[in-house]
């Protein structure tokens, strides 16, 4: 069977999630978000102390490494695979805005990001798989079939964040999730392992003005192409 993979790359909250998903239940494709592996290692740094607004204990975090047990589980009442860190599901603790200011910190760390993109190369060396984050089509697929790099302004990702976790009862002001966003932006763009840059043979989608279906429809025809070039 024709299968490739798809990489997926872009600044935080452009939607890369939840078009790769899209995509993944439409094609039969296995889906990885590797943004979550590194909001679930965030999230049990925080909770063992290595991270806070204070302080930031790399060689802590690095050493316990080995104890970190990512895993997808597919979940039939959602519709998608949540996220477990060490059997636990932790989906919705590492959507949280706290959680957010932390997370470029961590992916900054070069042994976090070493391991984590053994575990995504080693998900996809079938094919067959849709995969989202910052270096997919860079570093972990380089030789991915499809990469897309998704943008929007700054503005309108803060809002669709926002609106986001607002209606998930999280009590937060725009202000708030708009310095976050610029603030992962710059760590993103700027780290010295792995930085978000567009590969050179990405196609770029603004979605600033793209509704989800128009979005959707966009990337599957590039897909169709794709799979026609690859067969």
Known sequence: MNKITIAID????????????????????????????YRAVTYYA?????????????????????????SFVFN???????VYLNAE????????LEVSGFVSQIATIPEVRYQLVKQQQKMGENKGVVMDGRDIGTVVFPYAELKIFMTASAETRAQRRYDELIKRGDE?????VLHNVQERD??????????????????EIDN??????????????L?????ENNS
Not at 10 to 37: R, W
Not at 46 to 70: P, T, W
Not at 186 to 195: G, Q, T
Not at 208 to 221: A, C, H, Y
């Open 10 to 37: 872009g600044f935080s909250s452009t939607g890369k999630s939840t078009v790769a998903k899209q995509l993944a239940k439409h094609l039969g494709y296995i889906y990885v978000d590797t943004g979550a592996m």
């Open 46 to 70: 925080m909770q063992h102390n290595f991270i806070s607004a204070s302080h930031f204990d790399i060689e802590g975090l690095v050493s316990e490494l080995h104890k970190i047990e990512i």
């Open 76 to 82: 039939e009442e959602v519709g998608f695979a949540e």
């Open 89 to 96: 599901n932790v989906e919705k603790q590492i959507r949280t």
């Open 172 to 176: 937060v002001s725009f202000k708030d």
């Open 186 to 203: 710059y760590i993103d763009s700027n780290r010295k392992d792995s930085p978000l840059v567009k590969a050179a043979n990405a196609i």
């Open 208 to 221: 600033s003005n793209l509704s989800l279906e128009e979005q959707f429809d966009k990337i599957l025809q």
């Open 223 to 227: 897909v169709n192409n794709a799979l």
